[in-house]
C-alpha cells in the first residue's frame, strides 16, 4: 500500500492516494480513517508527509478532522449547483433525481425591519409576509427557508401549498423573478435550524441570503436558505476579463 514515488512533492502523491481509496470504497463515507501512526506506516511516509496531505484534504472538504476523536471521510454532496445560476430548491432537488417536498412551518405578517426597508425601498408602514419552511429531498430534510415578501405583491388567498416561492410569486402575484443578488456564508452548529435539519453537532451549514429581482427591476422576494453543508455543494464560474 506504499506511495510509489514520483517527480511530484510526495504529499500531493498521498493527496491523490487517498481520494482514490476513497473513490473506490477502500473507506467509506463518514468512516474513521486509521490513526496517523498507522496510515503514515501504511503508506510509508513520514507522518508530517500525511499531515501536511491531511490539512489539504480537510481544506476541499474531503475528510473531517475532530480533535481528540479521529479523522474521518467528508459525504459527499447530494446537490451541486453554479451559483450563477438561479435555480429554485424544489429545481436543485429535482436534477439530482430526488424527490422535493414541504414542511410548511408557519406564514406571518410583519413590519418591516430596518434592513427590509432598505431592500425593497418601501415605507414603515408597508407589512411583510414571513414564510418559513422544510424543504426535504426523498423525505429528507435538508434546506431551512425563510422568504419575505411586501404584502402587497401577494394576493390574501395565497396558497402555502406549492413548493417553489418562485412558482407563487408567478401563478399567484404574476411576478417572474430573472435575476438575484447573492450572499453565502458558512455558519456552525444552529441552535434552532441544525436540530430541525437533523444535522449531526459536527455538520456546518451554508447560509445563502438573495434579494431576488422581477423583469422590471422590482426587488420582490428576499430569502435566507440555510443548506446542509454535507448535502450541497455551491461553485461559481469566473472569467478573467
Known amino acids: 500500500m506504499s506511495i510509489k ?13 487517498l481520494k ?9 463515507e463518514k468512516e474513521k480513517l486509521p490513526s496517523e501512526f498507522d496510515l503514515a506506516k501504511q503508506l510509508g511516509i513520514s507522518r508530517a508527509t500525511l499531515r501536511e496531505a491531511l490539512r489539504i484534504l480537510e481544506e476541499e472538504n474531503v475528510i473531517i478532522r475532530r480533535h481528540g476523536v479521529g479523522t474521518f471521510v467528508n459525504a459527499k454532496p447530494l446537490f ?8 429554485s430548491v424544489t429545481d436543485m432537488i429535482k436534477q439530482a433525481g430526488m424527490k422535493p417536498g414541504t414542511i410548511f412551518l ?45 404584502s402587497h405583491i401577494l394576493p390574501e388567498t395565497f396558497l402555502h401549498g406549492e413548493e417553489s416561492i418562485f412558482n407563487i410569486l408567478v401563478e399567484e402575484a404574476n411576478r417572474r423573478i430573472t435575476y438575484a443578488v447573492a450572499q453565502i456564508e458558512p455558519i456552525g452548529y444552529h441552535e434552532k435550524i441544525s436540530p430541525i435539519l437533523e444535522c449531526d453537532p459536527e ?11 422581477d423583469e422590471m427591476d422590482e426587488p420582490v422576494l428576499f430569502s435566507v436558505n440555510y443548506f446542509k453543508a454535507d448535502k450541497f455543494s455551491f461553485h461559481v464560474l469566473r472569467k478573467r476579463v
Do not use: W
Open 203 to 213: 455538520t456546518a451549514l451554508l447560509v445563502l441570503k438573495q434579494m431576488h429581482f
Open 80 to 87: 451541486t449547483s453554479g451559483i450563477e445560476q438561479l435555480s
Open 106 to 150: 408557519k406564514s406571518s405578517t410583519q413590519s418591516p425591519t430596518e434592513e427590509d426597508i432598505r431592500r425593497f425601498s418601501c415605507s414603515a408602514d408597508e407589512e411583510m409576509v414571513v414564510i418559513e419552511r422544510v424543504r426535504t429531498a426523498n423525505g429528507e430534510p435538508v434546506v431551512y427557508c425563510i422568504d419575505k415578501v411586501p
Open 20 to 28: 482514490q481509496d476513497i473513490d473506490d470504497g477502500i473507506y467509506k
Open 5 to 17: 514515488s514520483d517527480n511530484r512533492h510526495l504529499y500531493l502523491q498521498v493527496i491523490d492516494r
